[in-house]
Protein backbone atom coordinates (compact mmCIF):
# COMPACT_ATOMS: atom_id res chain seq x y z
CA UNK A 1 0.00 0.00 0.00
CA UNK A 2 1.20 3.38 -0.74
CA UNK A 3 1.50 5.91 1.94
CA UNK A 4 3.00 9.67 2.55
CA UNK A 5 2.86 10.88 5.75
CA UNK A 6 3.38 14.64 6.25
CA UNK A 7 4.67 16.15 9.33
CA UNK A 8 6.37 19.24 10.81
CA UNK A 9 2.93 21.56 10.09
CA UNK A 10 2.17 24.07 12.81
CA UNK A 11 1.48 27.95 13.67
CA UNK A 12 4.82 30.32 13.30
CA UNK A 13 4.76 34.25 12.92
CA UNK A 14 5.76 36.01 9.64
CA UNK A 15 9.36 35.54 9.23
CA UNK A 16 9.49 32.70 10.49
CA UNK A 17 10.88 28.80 9.78
CA UNK A 18 9.49 25.74 9.71
CA UNK A 19 10.55 21.81 8.07
CA UNK A 20 8.06 19.91 6.54
CA UNK A 21 8.55 15.88 6.16
CA UNK A 22 7.07 13.28 4.28
CA UNK A 23 7.60 10.04 4.97
CA UNK A 24 7.13 7.66 1.95
CA UNK A 25 6.55 3.63 1.90
CA UNK A 26 4.78 1.26 -0.61
CA UNK A 27 6.46 1.88 -3.55
CA UNK A 28 10.51 2.40 -4.93
CA UNK A 29 10.70 6.61 -3.92
CA UNK A 30 13.75 6.99 -5.71
CA UNK A 31 11.73 5.57 -8.71
CA UNK A 32 9.43 9.19 -8.88
CA UNK A 33 9.97 13.16 -8.93
CA UNK A 34 8.07 14.03 -5.38
CA UNK A 35 6.18 17.64 -5.80
CA UNK A 36 4.95 19.71 -2.29
CA UNK A 37 1.27 21.34 -2.97
CA UNK A 38 -0.78 22.87 -0.81
CA UNK A 39 -4.09 24.11 -0.66
CA UNK A 40 -5.47 27.28 0.90
CA UNK A 41 -8.98 27.39 2.58
CA UNK A 42 -11.72 28.35 0.19
CA UNK A 43 -8.83 27.41 -3.37
CA UNK A 44 -7.86 24.72 -5.17
CA UNK A 45 -4.29 22.39 -5.11
CA UNK A 46 -1.60 24.92 -5.93
CA UNK A 47 2.03 22.93 -6.68
CA UNK A 48 4.71 24.68 -5.00
CA UNK A 49 8.22 22.45 -5.74
CA UNK A 50 9.31 19.60 -7.17
CA UNK A 51 12.59 17.39 -7.05
CA UNK A 52 13.93 14.86 -9.24
CA UNK A 53 14.83 11.78 -8.99
CA UNK A 54 18.01 11.77 -7.70
CA UNK A 55 17.78 15.38 -5.87
CA UNK A 56 19.65 16.84 -9.33
CA UNK A 57 16.84 19.08 -10.14
CA UNK A 58 14.31 21.38 -8.20
CA UNK A 59 11.59 24.05 -9.33
CA UNK A 60 9.69 26.43 -7.22
CA UNK A 61 6.42 28.10 -7.47
CA UNK A 62 7.90 31.56 -8.50
CA UNK A 63 6.38 33.41 -4.95
CA UNK A 64 8.63 30.78 -3.13
CA UNK A 65 11.76 31.10 -4.72
CA UNK A 66 14.43 31.95 -2.28
CA UNK A 67 12.05 31.56 0.50
CA UNK A 68 11.68 27.46 -0.33
CA UNK A 69 14.40 24.52 -0.58
CA UNK A 70 13.33 20.83 -1.39
CA UNK A 71 15.33 17.73 -0.72
CA UNK A 72 14.82 14.04 -0.28
CA UNK A 73 17.23 11.74 1.41
CA UNK A 74 16.51 8.18 -0.94
CA UNK A 75 17.98 6.32 1.96
CA UNK A 76 15.40 7.45 4.14
CA UNK A 77 12.65 7.19 1.72
CA UNK A 78 11.63 11.06 3.00
CA UNK A 79 10.76 14.08 1.07
CA UNK A 80 11.34 17.57 3.17
CA UNK A 81 10.31 20.92 2.23
CA UNK A 82 12.28 24.19 4.57
CA UNK A 83 10.53 27.33 4.53
CA UNK A 84 12.03 30.16 5.49
CA UNK A 85 10.61 33.99 5.21
CA UNK A 86 7.11 32.39 5.98
CA UNK A 87 4.03 34.69 5.04
CA UNK A 88 0.55 34.79 5.50
CA UNK A 89 -0.25 33.83 1.99
CA UNK A 90 1.88 30.62 2.93
CA UNK A 91 -0.91 29.52 5.22
CA UNK A 92 -2.02 26.27 3.63
CA UNK A 93 -2.64 22.75 4.11
CA UNK A 94 0.16 21.19 2.80
CA UNK A 95 0.87 17.95 0.74
CA UNK A 96 3.35 15.39 -0.89
CA UNK A 97 2.29 13.97 -3.62
CA UNK A 98 3.98 11.18 -5.97
CA UNK A 99 5.17 12.42 -9.47
CA UNK A 100 5.51 15.67 -10.65
CA UNK A 101 2.68 16.78 -12.37
CA UNK A 102 -1.48 16.78 -11.54
CA UNK A 103 -3.83 15.39 -10.87
CA UNK A 104 -1.15 14.42 -8.21
CA UNK A 105 -4.03 12.36 -6.80
CA UNK A 106 -1.13 9.84 -4.42
CA UNK A 107 -0.51 12.50 -1.73
CA UNK A 108 -0.68 12.38 1.87
CA UNK A 109 -3.19 13.78 4.07
CA UNK A 110 -1.64 16.98 4.82
CA UNK A 111 -0.30 18.98 7.14
CA UNK A 112 -1.41 22.65 8.28
CA UNK A 113 0.50 25.83 8.04
CA UNK A 114 -0.62 28.81 9.45
CA UNK A 115 1.44 31.85 9.08
CA UNK A 116 -0.19 34.61 12.05
CA UNK A 117 0.81 36.67 14.32
Known amino acids: EVQLVESGGGLVQPGGSLRLSCAAS????????MTWVRQAPGKGLEWVSA????????NYKESVKGRFTVSRDNAKNTLYLQMNSLKSEDTAVYYC??????????RGQGTQVTVSS
Open 26 to 33: GFVFDDYW
Open 51 to 58: ISLNNSTT
Open 97 to 106: ARGATSPWTT
